[in-house]
DNA sequence: CGGAGGATTGAAAGCAATCAAGCTCAGTGG
DNA sequence: CCACTGAGCTTGATTGCTTTCAATCCTCCG
């Protein structure tokens, strides 16, 4: 995390391969390899693409004028993350861990002349992030520390959760920070609420990045406020 | 606010006025009166149609199992709601004060075949939703409680602030609790807020729902922390 | 005039933020 | 091989703000 933020992914072109479809590029794809805390963009650079995450995880924040960050959302393999507002990037985008994307040349208001199913793709992107975003009101909007705590956990599992044998085991890629900036408390909140899910025996942590769900019904139940 | 929920938007169609665009219709369009308190639509429901608000204010607002409500965005008049995801609507929609709407019938996800640049109008609402919802998760962390209210001040007043000689008016259509579950705190602390902006002379109040503002860059100030 | 719903104000309790001190672990260098 | 270091995580004590509960006010309207 000590590199310095750059804005070298669309001057490094030896990095990028134009993938053609078919005959002629109908869609211009680049992939590009993010290491850890390097930014895909800032707020307010000009938006031509959109990315899609291929592996890793990307952290999208927007920071206040004291200098605090609110996080937005994190990017999954499978997200498209880059939507523009008014040609520009809304947010800032960095990666949480090395993360693999691939750029989609694209704006969404042009119509769509060469790739129509393109246009449906992005369409529903859009869809789907307004979705995500009121989701993650009701998780802010959620009473107790714990309870934000819980919702966000029962996310993580439904999103990157995979089986280990009878419980389900969450790598979770961001540090407490990050997950304080993205529910609005502070970190030592957040190890607060995980600390009471283990004696509560809700979870257990093989690392402070690796936790066990031990009664899965419980962690949403504590979601719910219940 | 003691009707009782209907779904007859769709049913009670004598109300309902076909617009033709030149000799055959293009789009659909539907003219509709909301009276305050009433649905436009709930949560889950079907998603036929995009509403366009014409006047009044429509509140968007999903509910926690607990009962209790988060309000996810307000819809002024210019604004387009009711974007579905996944073919349904995923918050429920009623009217603050009486409302007109007209529906547009649309499928964001089938491409445009009648009217290509209505398709674009869709896109680009989807956009601005999108960072509307951004700008709304900086309101929600900020730090305290009179911060954010003055936050949503400033954000009345940019889009429905009318000029009275030196100040500017606003006139809140919602009560202390809608804006209180837009900014996930309690009536009470609303009306603490907005009395303390009124003992340093930054707002006025004629009645509780007709506020002046004085010193509109102290209330940006107050906004950002300062 | 009386009633009802919303808004305001007050007092007390509860919960997260803050400040501060250890702890753990990975990386580093002697 | 082991002490040193630093960053992140955890834990503790205190503070302060918001919530909660309750009472009163106000205004609209029957």
Redesign the interface.
Known sequence: MLTAPTRDIHSVQQTLRVIPNGSRPVVERLSRQLSEGQHLYFESDPARFVYEVVSGVVRLT?L???G?R?V?AFGFPGDLVG???DGRH??ECDAVTQTEIVAHRCD??V??DGD?SF??V???A??????M??D???M????LASEKVAAFLCLLLDRIGEPLGAYRLIHLPMNRSDIADYL?LTPETISRSITQFREQKIIALEDAHTMIVLDASRLRAMA??S
Chains 1, 2 share one sequence.
């Open positions: 927007r206040h004028k004291d605090r609110q937005i939507l523009p507002n809304s947010t969404p208001l119509l769509p129509p246009h449906s992005i369409m529903a859009a869809l789907d992030e307004i979705s975003l009121q993650h009101f009701l802010l909007g959620r009473r609005g719910e406020g």
